[in-house]
């Protein structure tokens, strides 16, 4: 298949919009020193330059400068374009690409050309074939955690991680119509291996690099097409560098570790991008290795990559998370975690309550009462007493504003004891762990008489691991005689 018709496909020019343009857009910000007033940081991704700075308004932008392109490398690509659009060749590797540029820049006699702008021109070819084109360098970036778009008349912003006091930093990317806007997302869509029309207006899916996608096409559900992809790292956080972070502290890792042996279930809860899932994936590595762990999850957000028995199971609503989290429980896993409760799954973690299996989830709620209220109204009252009395500990986890700047921090932790929840960390006054309920009911669990040292000794376990997931692993490995 020729390059440009798979990008026909890819990106899903049809009769059904008005033709999108083939010929080469890039990304320049030739005024970004008179835009900025003051230049926060300035960092390559491959070979585009990326600017953050604040603008004479006071808003926040993520400037891109891609190569410069001249009249001569534009209409070389879009001679070499038309050329691949109208031939066929295999293009199933980068390396079938730089042949065939090659070989039509020998049949229309544009070797000097390709030879000169060699680097610059399969950046390009590259980007708008195999890559996301104008949004290639965003969603390339390892600091960009959201990518989004409210209207296509509007330039889309991003969630950088290093600066999220800004909320969202406005880019210099900008749809130049709506059936531009349009076609991007089909290409989005076909990227995940599904499909977005007037039938169907609205997609939820994962990119192949795993990135979390909504989208919307516009009528009849939004004023405008719009997406938000939520991008996840391949490789999970681990606890040491969320300590280093400044996310918790080593006596939270600790508790968490000993609650996993334990097989109780706990619960992270937080608001919308409060980091809930990344704290849940490290919780998770503090874990035996040899665990069975499944996972039941709308969207692959929790990994552990280096885990033989981990598993994963899929479900796009409650009716399906539930029948998944069903076939789970008869896997017998060590720990059932629920990626995120919205409905009746919560059911299955009353089952892995009775079953013996560790159980964890995340959930949107920001006091104690806010999830006893949520649970209520998802399960009969026989069920909601029983996953309310075993729900063995909550963590909150924010955003917190410290000055100028916005942290992700777990601010309280809460035990529960009989009928109410009892505080035992709290991130201004400190923590009263040994003194819980919950050191005293993991002595029992894990019998342990001397679980106050454990405990001690699992914190100067971690105290002296290097970050680094792997090396977690190995530690893990080594402390369970692996």
Not at 250 to 273: C, E, Q, R, T
Not at 298 to 321: A, C, H, N, T, W
Request: with cysteine.
């Amino acid at each position: 298949m020729s390059l440009l018709r798979k990008i026909h496909d890819v990106f899903g020019w049809n009769k059904s919009v008005s033709p999108i343009r083939k010929n080469l857009r890039y990304l320049k910000s030739d005024k970004a020193d008179e835009l900025c007033l003051e230049v926060l940081k300035k960092y390559n991704v491959g070979m585009a330059e990326v600017t953050i700075c604040i603008d004479k308004f006071g808003v926040a932008r993520y400037l891109i400068n891609e190569p410069f392109v001249d009249e001569t490398l534009f209409n070389a690509y879009n001679q070499i374009m038309e050329h691949l659009y109208s031939s066929y060749f295999n293009l199933e590797s980068l390396e079938d690409v730089r042949k065939a540029v090659n070989r039509v820049a020998s049949q229309i006699g544009l070797n000097d050309v390709v030879q000169k702008y060699y680097d610059v021109l399969m950046y390009y070819i590259i980007r708008d074939s195999r890559g996301y084109g104008i949004l290639d360098v965003v969603l390339k970036d390892d600091n960009i955690e959201d990518v989004e778009l409210s209207d296509w008349r509007k330039p889309i912003t991003v969630v950088h991680r290093d600066f999220l006091s800004y909320e969202a930093l406005v880019t210099n990317i900008q749809f130049q119509s709506e059936e531009e806007a349009k076609s991007y997302i089909d290409k989005l869509a076909m990227k995940c291996g599904k499909a977005i029309s007037y039938a169907k207006p609205e997609l939820h899916g994962t990119l192949p690099e795993g990135f979390r996608i909504a989208a919307t096409i516009g009528d009849p559900v939004s004023s405008s097409p719009t997406f938000s992809i939520r991008k996840l790292p391949g490789v999970p956080i681990d606890i040491v560098k969320l300590v280093k972070q400044n996310v918790l502290n080593y006596n939270i890792a600790s508790l968490i570790w000993l609650i996993n042996d334990a097989k109780l279930f706990y619960v992270i809860a937080g608001g919308s991008g409060s980091g809930k899932t990344t704290l849940l994936n490290a919780f998770l590595q503090l874990s035996n290795p040899n665990w069975k762990i499944v996972v039941v999850q709308d969207v692959p957000e929790i990994k552990l990559p280096l885990r033989p028995r981990f598993m994963q199971f899929y479900g796009e609503d409650s009716d399906e998370l539930l029948q998944r989290c069903f076939t789970a429980l008869r896997y017998r896993p060590d720990i059932l975690v629920v990626g995120e409760v919205r409905g009746r799954e919560i059911t299955a973690l009353v089952r892995a309550i009775a079953s013996g299996s560790g159980s964890a989830t995340t959930f949107h709620a920001s006091t104690p009462d806010e999830y006893e209220l949520a649970i209520r109204g998802l399960l009969p009252r026989d069920l909601y007493t029983m996953l309310s009395l075993n729900t063995a500990l909550m963590v909150f986890i924010s955003r917190v504003r410290k000055g100028y700047n916005v942290e992700r921090k777990v601010w309280k932790i809460y035990e529960r004891v009989g009928d109410e929840w009892r505080e035992i960390y709290d991130m201004d006054k400190g923590d009263s762990i040994l003194k819980s309920y919950i050191i005293k009911r993991l002595a029992k669990r894990l019998a342990r008489d001397d679980i106050e040292a454990e405990y001690d000794y699992r914190i100067k376990v971690l105290e002296n691991a290097g970050d680094g997931y792997e090396s977690i692993e190995r530690i893990l490995k080594r402390y369970y005689g692996l």
